[in-house]
C-alpha cells in the first residue's frame, strides 16, 4: 500500500485492535489482485535501524503464518507501538496472534496429519 487513500479506507471503514506491541487494521476487500500490507513505524518506536528491524520482524511474522489468514484477499496495516523495540521476536509473534485472532482474520490451528 503506497496511496492515502488506501490507508484512509482501511481506518474509516476497516476493524482495529491494539495489542501490547502493535495496532493490526484490516479491511476485508475482494476486488484486491492479492494481499496488500503496510508497516507504520514513527519515530516514538526508535532510530532508523531500530523502525528497519521492527519491519522486518513483522514482515518474518506475517511471512510465517501467512497460510491462516482468512480471506486472503485484505488490507492489513500494522502499526508499531513506542514500546515495541522493547520486545523479542517471540513477543512479538505472540501479540501479532492474539491480536489476529482477536480480528477473526485467523483460521484455527489443524493438527499436523501423520
Known sequence: M???ADFQ??????RSKA?????L???EDASLPH?????ITTKKAGK???????RRRFRSIIQAHWDRVTPSL???????RYNTITATYAELEKDWLKTANRLGM????TPPIP
Do not use: N, Q, W
Request: no cysteine; glycine share 4%; proline share 2%.
Open 25 to 27: 487494521s484490516t479491511l
Open 106 to 109: 485467523l483460521s484455527p490451528l
Open 74 to 80: 485484505r488490507y492489513l496495516v500494522v502499526i508499531a
Open 19 to 23: 495489542g501490547r506491541f502493535l495496532v
Open 48 to 54: 532508523a535501524h531500530d523502525r528497519v528491524l521492527l
Open 2 to 4: 503506497k496511496k492515502r
Open 9 to 14: 479506507k482501511v481506518r474509516e471503514t476497516g
Open 35 to 39: 494481499f496488500m500490507v503496510a508497516f
